[in-house]
């Protein structure tokens, strides 16, 4: 028999924030996989010192998104 405990974290993370607050967590990880996979500091960094044009996700975003999925 095979286990998810995966997905069962990451919804019992989800539950913590609202619905609008997954999706900017959601948005961010798109982000972060779409620049190559930078370190979350890196990120954060890029984010908060306005180094992404148009850049809609937010560095509370990030923190959420590694707060419900992981590292």
């Excluded at 948005?27 to 972060?32: C, E, K, N």
């Excluded at 960094?45 to 509370?60: K, Q």
Aim: aromatic residues 12%.
């Amino acid at each position: 028999m095979a286990y998810s405990f995966l997905s069962t974290t990451v919804r019992s993370n989800k539950e913590y924030f609202t619905k609008k607050e997954i999706q900017g967590a959601d948005r961010a990880r798109i982000l972060q996989g779409d620049i190559a996979w930078p370190s979350t500091r890196d990120f954060k960094h890029y984010i908060a010192d306005n180094l992404i044009v148009n850049c809609t996700v937010t560095v509370d975003d990030v923190s959420r998104a590694e707060a419900t999925y992981g590292q």
